[in-house]
């Protein structure tokens, strides 16, 4: 098992940045893939950015490209999502994913509000 709590939501004005953090623990060795999700209202659930969980590049959604950075840091079994720029069309829950393989993402955290206001 592995244990996901996001942190580093809020309400923040357009043209604002937020960084949140995905802290991991448990069987965390076995993790291969690490990426974050959102889901706005009334919306499905979509990819928003991934990396490898211990090597790996960034991959991303075109609509965050240029904006918004993952990145991770090992010794702390943590996964950040730097968001720049943001825009109200980002106002979403965002989730943090772990994947044991590249197939699918197997564990995930319980969510953290982003509000950006006009």
């Known amino acids: 098992q592995v244990q996901l709590v996001e942190s580093g939501g809020g309400l923040v004005q357009a043209g604002g940045s937020l960084r949140l953090s995905c802290a991991a623990s448990?069987?965390?060795?076995?993790?291969?893939?690490t990426a974050w999700f959102r889901q706005a209202a009334g919306k499905e659930r979509e990819f928003v950015a991934g990396?490898?969980?211990?090597?790996?590049?960034?991959y991303y959604a075109d609509f965050v490209k240029g904006r918004f950075t993952i990145s991770r840091d090992n010794a702390k079994n943590t996964v950040y999502l730097q968001m720049n720029s943001l825009t109200p069309e980002d106002t979403a829950v965002y989730y943090c994913?772990?994947?044991?393989?590249?197939?699918?993402?197997?564990?995930w955290g319980q969510g953290t509000q982003v509000t950006v206001s006009s």
């Open positions: 990396i490898g969980w211990s090597v790996g590049s960034a």
């Open positions: 994913a772990v994947g044991l393989t590249y197939a699918r993402y197997d564990y």
């Open positions: 448990g069987r965390t060795s076995s993790s291969v893939s």
